[in-house]
């Protein structure tokens, strides 16, 4: 699932190709928007919090200014076309969204979620549940420390999964941060420096969004195969001590129990089997035995 820096970078993307034009066509093909029309209103931006985007629209007449919501989950993604030129027919079924401008290009939102079409001032009506996020200007560094805290005995990485705690992380960042604390992943959030771990992430989610090549990597290379830590290194082992790299394998329907790497060397503390739905293991280069699964705590997003 995209993170809160690559929907960040997107936004920025859409605003370069989209602010100042005026919208002269619109279909929404998704029942609940489908009598739906923005046509004759002008883009004037986007804006996040979190995985989701914020697209706004001007007002019309007697008609206020309007937000568009939408969500990227797993396989959404936004195109925008030169006049004349058409998607692939195989991508076709897949576009629930297209915005004809007044330039002759062409916006298709494929696949997307949850949209949602409000007036701008109703936007919390939508987003208001989310945690701060690092990447807006009212991120709240204090307030994002006192939601993690608020179930201290959470495992870290479901804590910070949890987008009513602190907005924009997805799975490679819980599983780095974990890392970077020297942690394992389900070691109670409680049990570490959550201030200095909440500065940390903003931090890295920030340079993740808007350095140049620096688009979520986490050790400070950008190099193929030598920008992570941890996550996706079960083969290579850890960057760090190059010992081997455990997976945790997700519970399938559960966004607080996602895939999980960790080095055991480097991240001592509780196994997988502290939390709910048990988990399939495989050591990395090195070897060693899976740790047993067993049932105990409830991981929540």
Known sequence: MPEGDSVWKLARRLDRQLV???????????????????????????DTHGKHLLTRFSALGDSPPATLHSHLRMDGSWSTLA?????PGSVQPH??????????????GIRLHDLALVPTDREADLVGHLGPDPLRDDWDPEEAVRRLLR?????????????RSLAGLGNLWANELAFLTGVSPWTPVGEVDVARLVERA??????????????????GSPVRG?????TGRQ?????????????????????????????PA???????EMRVGGSRVRRGAGGGQPRRPTRSSTGRR
């Open 20 to 46: 100042g034009r005026t919208v002269v066509r619109s279909d929404f093909r998704t029942p609940a928007l489908a009598t739906r029309d923005v046509s004759g209103r002008e883009v004037v931006g986007h």
């Open 83 to 87: 006049p004349g030129k058409r998607l």
């Open 95 to 108: 576009v629930r969204l297209v915005l004809a401008l007044d330039d002759g290009r062409t916006v298709h």
């Open 151 to 163: 179930e201290p005995a959470t495992p870290l990485v479901t804590a910070l999964l949890d987008q």
């Open 202 to 219: 903003a931090t890295m989610l920030r340079h993740s969004a808007t350095v140049e090549g620096a688009y979520q990597v986490t050790t």
């Open 226 to 230: 030598d920008d992570h830590w941890v």
């Open 235 to 263: 083969r290579q082992g850890c960057r760090r001590c190059r010992g081997p790299v455990s997976v945790s394998a997700e519970v399938p329907g559960d966004p607080a129990n996602r895939r999980t790497w960790w080095c």
């Open 266 to 272: 480097c991240q001592p503390g509780p196994g997988p």
